[in-house]
């Protein structure tokens, strides 16, 4: 059976279209479901009821069954006939039976199937197109004609009349397929720029996706030196605690043994006083002039310096270790932990050096990481920002809350200063060097000699930095600026305690060599 003919008997003869969900009547004729129960309901107030096909009378309303065949060989017709569902468009010449159009002739305003497509005629008039696009949008909304060129100064498509007669007269034409072949070549242009946007999304997403992964592998070990870290601060607070314990509870028992002492002597002093009120009332002076321990009696002040002292002391004694004791103690728990909590403080720091800040015999690497002392002048713009008496930069970000760290390798330098800066800092006479001043605090290398400075007040490190690699941690609100040696055991240098009254930047100097920042964290 032909395609058309199939589709006729697949046909709902109330709707006209290929079946929804068929039912079937005793007479045996098929419906939509949808279709057959609005004709029932209509027919429901006429006193009966009937096949809308053959006429055939029913007494009761009729049951309908579901005629699961017919739904099966629908759906598998349907299926076999994509593309006429999809597009829609039929040939204008096949009346039998609908076939598929290949293509639309806008001479002749007519759809073509393959068949008629081959004996159309080729003349230039008949412009051929995609069957699916509707042949109004093809025309001209104005004068009705094909649309054949294209205007650059108005970016649209138009007829030959339009600028021949119309709005468009004298404006610059192209063929549509001239015009079409330069904006699918500015298409592709634009395509290569996404391609190419697309493949550096992708390596960061790489690159993010691999940083992610060494992040993971990381955090098993990190998860293990924090649990190692809190482990060892709640074993100390817990002895800490011991310890303030004892000292309270060993105070009142002190008070309560000198409390007991000083009733037995209390008890003791009684005991001579009536005996010496015994004396007083004798009347035989031989009796009173012959005891033994008169001389015992009469001493009362044996002991009393000692007495007094301890008084003294229990009445002034705070109670163990005192709150100053405890404050004591736990920032002495906390100057013990605190670069190892350092290493947890989520998030980086990107320090990166400001040219606009470097002294021209200073030379900034390409990343902004790296300065080193150069004979040679690099010849930059006289800016306020710049340093001209020192070979010092400054960072471009600054820091006014929050805790940070960032490191430097100061190994290719044997003369050096690192720190941080108020941008206020002087930019020109010797006041401008990193620590001769109010506004910045330093580390400096000179030589085998190393010190920390500020406000011009040098001090002297007992020892010197066994590394190659210094961190200078901030704590903005606590007001704390301090240096480390990250050798193995990551030494404590220094700790300078203020209250900021400005944000800070990361300040080099370097005298010799270079100096490269390795990285750094924050918590904001």
Same mark, same amino acid.
Request: proline share 0%.
């Given at each position: 059976?032909?395609?058309?003919?199939?589709?006729?008997?697949?046909?709902?003869?109330?709707c006209l279209n290929i079946y929804t969900d068929p039912v079937m009547l005793r007479c045996g004729h098929n419906f939509c479901r949808v279709c057959i129960d609005r004709v029932l309901d209509t027919q429901g107030g006429s006193g009966g009821y009937s096949c809308p096909e053959c006429r055939e009378k029913f007494r009761d309303q009729p049951a309908l069954h579901r005629n699961i065949t017919l739904r099966n060989i629908v759906e598998n017709f349907q299926s076999a006939q994509p593309d006429r569902e999809e597009s829609g468009v039929f040939c204008t010449y096949c009346v039998d039976s609908p076939v598929p159009a290949l293509r639309s002739c806008l001479h002749c305003e007519a759809y073509l199937c393959d068949k008629h497509l081959r004996v159309h005629k080729k003349s230039p008039e008949h412009i051929l197109c995609d069957p699916t696009?509707?042949?109004? !949008?093809?025309?001209?909304?104005? +004068?009705?004609?094909?649309?054949?060129?294209?205007?650059?100064?108005?970016?649209?498509?138009?007829?030959?009349?339009?600028?021949?007669?119309?709005?468009?007269?004298?404006?610059?034409m192209e063929s549509l397929d001239e015009a079409f072949e330069k904006k699918k070549e500015t298409l592709r242009n634009v395509l290569q720029k996404l391609l190419t946007k697309r493949e550096e999304t992708e390596e960061r997403v790489q690159c993010l996706q691999e940083h992610r992964r060494k992040v993971e592998e990381e955090a098993a070990g990190d998860i293990e030196r924090v649990t190692v870290l809190f482990r060892d601060l709640r074993r100390r607070l817990e002895d800490l605690e011991k310890r303030i314990l004892r000292e309270i509870s060993g105070r009142a028992e002190r008070i309560s043994i000198s409390i007991r002492d000083l009733e037995i002597k209390k008890e003791e002093l009684s005991r001579k006083m009536r005996h010496i009120e015994e004396l007083c009332n004798m009347r035989d002076p031989l009796t009173v002039l012959q005891e033994s321990d008169t001389g015992d009696l009469c001493d009362t002040e044996d002991g009393d310096?000692?007495?007094?002292?301890? +008084?003294?002391?229990?009445?002034?004694?705070? @109670?163990?270790? @005192?709150?100053? @004791?405890?404050?004591?103690t736990l920032h002495t728990l906390f100057d013990i932990t605190e670069v190892n909590v350092s290493f947890y403080i989520q998030g980086a720091a990107d320090i990166l050096l400001d040219g606009n800040t470097a002294?021209? #015999?200073?030379?900034? !690497?390409?990343?902004?990481?790296?300065? !080193?002392? !150069?004979?040679? #002048?690099q010849i930059r713009p006289k800016t306020p920002e710049r340093f001209l008496y020192w070979s010092q930069v400054l960072s471009s970000r600054s820091f006014s809350s929050g805790r940070h760290y960032w490191e430097v390798d100061v190994g290719g330098s044997d003369s050096w200063r690192v720190g941080m800066c108020y941008p206020s800092i002087e930019r020109r006479g010797g006041e401008s060097l990193i620590g001769y001043n109010k506004k910045s605090w330093g580390l400096d290398r000179t030589g085998n000699q190393y010190g920390v400075i500020h406000d011009s007040k040098c001090v002297p490190l007992p020892t #010197?930095?066994?590394?190659?690699?210094?961190?200078?941690?901030?704590d903005y609100e606590v007001g704390r600026i301090s240096f480390y040696d990250l050798c193995d055991s990551i030494r404590h240098l220094h700790t300078f305690t203020t209250t900021f009254t400005e944000p800070l930047h990361a300040g080099i100097c370097v005298e010799k060599g270079c100096i490269k920042i390795c990285g750094g964290k924050l918590e904001m």
């Open positions: 059976m032909a395609s058309g003919d199939l589709r006729a008997e697949l046909e709902c003869s109330v696009l509707s042949m109004e !949008s093809r025309k001209c909304s104005v +004068h009705k004609k094909i649309l054949e060129y294209y205007c650059t100064e108005d970016e649209t498509c138009v007829c030959v009349s339009c600028f021949m007669i119309g709005e468009h007269i004298g404006h610059k310096n000692e007495d007094r002292e301890r +008084h003294e002391e229990l009445l002034h004694d705070g @109670g163990g270790l @005192g709150v100053a @004791g405890i404050s004591h002294h021209n #015999n200073l030379q900034i !690497s390409d990343d902004r990481k790296t300065v !080193s002392r !150069s004979d040679r #002048n #010197n930095i066994s590394s190659n690699r210094v961190r200078i941690y901030l």
